[in-house]
């Protein structure tokens, strides 16, 4: 999915701000997204808020690099054609974790190893999903066909905020390892229970039962932070945080951090009220011919 965007879903734009801003999963019905950092959002599909006040908080908060207060883009229409190019605005996000599983026969590996293919629900954003290209079954003995993906469903979280794929080879294989064995997930016994599930590696037969990633064995078991954030793309080195094994969907996970101001008009008329409200922008202008298309400008915005 390197440049091609393909839609998945849409949420309400306060969901964006209470539940699914950036760095937060998103459950799709068949797929897992993580809400990419704002810095790769389309800046010019997103309205400015004027708000002087809330704007010089935000910026005591977080520093004077904020220069100025969007809102989500929107798309103008409902179409969900998803071949026109309104379709394609929206907030980007990412397939994480980045592990998947085959419903069929099991097969973990990550949506970018080649094994999957990404089926698009065209004209149905929220059916798009992978799936495990010629599956054979867990057997391998069944006629070669396309099989359901759904994410792996354990990550790996810290107390210093990084989010991380479960570490599935290095845990499978007890550590550092050069096998390059497909792995498998597997369920033994009735009940999902993490002790009924199982990953286990085709190539050299390693097998490991879950109930090792949680508590004082998961301690034991899994690497050290690798100070991931999915949402920007990067990883902070040097985290002393212990990882510790979490469930997709877990509600803990992810929660806002929000600041509000009250806007009161300060000014009679309209237009003092837009030349206030807009200040930084009329105060760089360096012509009289400049003010027409700033107010122009402001007035679309929505202040
Ligand atoms: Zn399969
Ligand atoms: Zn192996
Ligand atoms: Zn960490």
């Known amino acids: 999915m390197a440049h091609e965007k393909t839609p998945v879903g849409s949420v309400r734009p306060s969901q964006l701000l209470w539940?699914?801003?950036?760095?937060?999963?998103?459950?799709l019905p068949n797929l897992s997204v993580v809400t990419s950092g704002i810095d790769i959002w389309e800046k010019d599909r997103c309205n400015l808020v004027i708000e002087n006040r809330l704007l010089a908080a935000v910026q005591k908060a977080l520093g004077p690099q904020v220069e100025s207060l969007r809102m989500?883009?929107?798309?103008?229409?409902?179409?969900?054609?998803?071949?026109?190019?309104?379709?394609?605005?929206?907030?980007?996000?990412r397939p994480f974790p980045r592990w998947l599983r085959c419903v069929k026969c099991g097969l973990l590996?990550?949506?970018?190893?080649?094994l999957f293919e990404l089926k698009e629900g065209y004209r149905r954003?929220?059916?798009?999903?992978?799936?495990?290209?010629?599956?054979?079954?867990?057997?391998?003995?069944?006629?070669?066909?396309?099989?359901d993906a759904v994410p792996a469903r354990f990550l790996l979280a810290c107390k210093n905020g990084h989010l991380d794929d479960f570490p599935w080879q290095w845990f499978v294989?007890?550590?550092?390892?050069?096998?390059?064995?497909t792995l498998r997930f597997f369920e033994s016994g009735a009940s999902l229970q993490t002790e009924n599930l199982w990953v286990k590696c085709d190539a050299c037969g390693a097998a490991r039962n879950?109930?090792?990633?949680?508590?004082?064995?998961?301690?034991?078991?899994l690497p050290g932070c690798r100070g991931r954030h999915p949402h920007l793309d990067q990883f902070e080195?040097?985290?002393?945080?212990?990882?510790r094994a979490v469930l997709l969907g877990a509600t803990n996970?992810?929660?806002?951090?929000?600041?509000?101001?009250?806007?009161?008009?300060?000014?009679?008329?309209?237009?003092?009220?837009?030349l206030e409200d807009g200040w930084s922008f009329f105060s760089d202008l360096e012509s009289l011919d400049e003010v027409p298309l700033t107010i122009k400008l402001l007035k679309k915005t929505g202040s």
């Open 109 to 114: 590996s990550p949506y970018d190893s080649g």
């Open 125 to 147: 954003p929220e059916a798009t999903r992978f799936v495990h290209q010629g599956c054979r079954g867990s057997k391998g003995d069944q006629p070669a066909k396309d099989a």
């Open 72 to 93: 989500p883009p929107i798309s103008k229409s409902e179409s969900n054609d998803t071949s026109s190019a309104e379709a394609n605005v929206g907030v980007p996000v």
């Open 237 to 243: 080195p040097d985290c002393d945080a212990d990882p």
């Open 210 to 221: 879950m109930a090792h990633a949680f508590g004082q064995l998961g301690k034991e078991n």
């Open 253 to 274: 996970s992810w929660f806002p951090v929000s600041l509000s101001a009250l806007a009161i008009p300060q000014a009679k008329d309209a237009l003092a009220q837009l």
């Open 19 to 27: 539940t699914y801003g950036p760095g937060a999963l998103i459950d």
């Open 173 to 181: 294989h007890s550590g550092p390892n050069d096998c390059k064995g």
